[in-house]
T-cell receptor
Framework: GQNIDQPTEMTATEGAIVQINCTYQ??????LFWYQQHAGEAPTFLSY??LDGLEEKGRFSSFLSRSKGYSYLLLKELQMKDSASYLC?????????????WGAGTKLIIKP | SAVISQKPSRDICQRGTSLTIQCQVD?????MFWYRQQPGQSLTLIAT?????????ESGFVIDKFPISRPNLTFSTLTVSNMSPEDSSIYLC???????????FGQGTRLTVV
């Protein structure tokens, strides 16, 4: 079966760094995505990894290890507006199609 | 990128009635996806809508309950039929680019059934 695990909730302090982990077990792999979702809003794209290694984009970085079925999203210089849910999604093979499989999301709470 | 206009943004409906949600995309796309997101949970795919063919439904979702239309390459509707309070959720439409491209979402429809 297809499975994605990420922590339910994390708390961090404004200005600090936080790492949100995601592990996956899927049939086939064609990329891993991270999305940010503020309460009551639609998810917005943050990053995409298809090869092993680190992708950096401003304050956000995402890492992938395909052999370990593992990714993390690293958020630096945390701001209050970073309080949101962070969704890990894997494009995996489902029958003849590649389908996005979604994790349950990690709710990140930023404290002053 | 793609811009998706989804409406209504929210509605409160009586049980037993039906609600149709519309999504308009600013470009032609082959597949559109309909998701449900219950409070505090992640996205659950309801069905994939292809233009010119019947939608493909995921396990646990049936056409009688969630009929979908896809009349052209820029538009789709999802109807939530014979609603019950268990249908209260956020419904999202989405489009995806190539396999390596990200998904884009409509603004979501927050449905409350009373």
């Amino acid at each position: 079966g297809q499975n994605i695990d990420q922590p339910t909730e994390m708390t961090a302090t404004e200005g600090a760094i936080v790492q949100i982990n995601c592990t996956y077990q899927t049939s086939g792999f064609n990329g891993l995505f991270w999305y940010q979702q503020h309460a009551g809003e639609a998810p917005t794209f943050l990053s995409y990894n298809v090869l092993d290694g680190l992708e950096e984009k401003g304050r956000f970085s995402s890492f992938l290890s395909r052999s370990k079925g593992y990714s993390y999203l690293l958020l630096k210089e945390l701001q209050m507006k970073d309080s949101a849910s962070y969704l890990c999604a894997v494009r995996a093979r489902d029958y003849s199609n590649y389908q996005l499989i979604w994790g349950a999301g990690t709710k990140l709470i930023i404290k002053p | 990128s793609a811009v998706i206009s989804q409406k209504p943004s929210r509605d409160i409906c009586q049980r037993g009635t039906s609600l149709t949600i519309q999504c308009q995309v600013d470009s032609q796309v082959t597949m559109m996806f309909w998701y449900r997101q219950q409070p505090g949970q992640s996205l659950t795919l309801i069905a994939t809508a292809n233009q010119g063919s019947e939608a493909t439904y995921e396990s646990g979702f049936v056409i009688d309950k969630f009929p979908i239309s896809r009349p052209n390459l820029t538009f789709s509707t999802l109807t939530v039929s014979n609603m019950s309070p268990e249908d209260s959720s956020i419904y999202l439409c989405s489009v995806e680019g190539a396999i390596g491209a990200e998904a884009f979402f409509g603004q979501g429809t927050r449905l409350t059934v009373v």
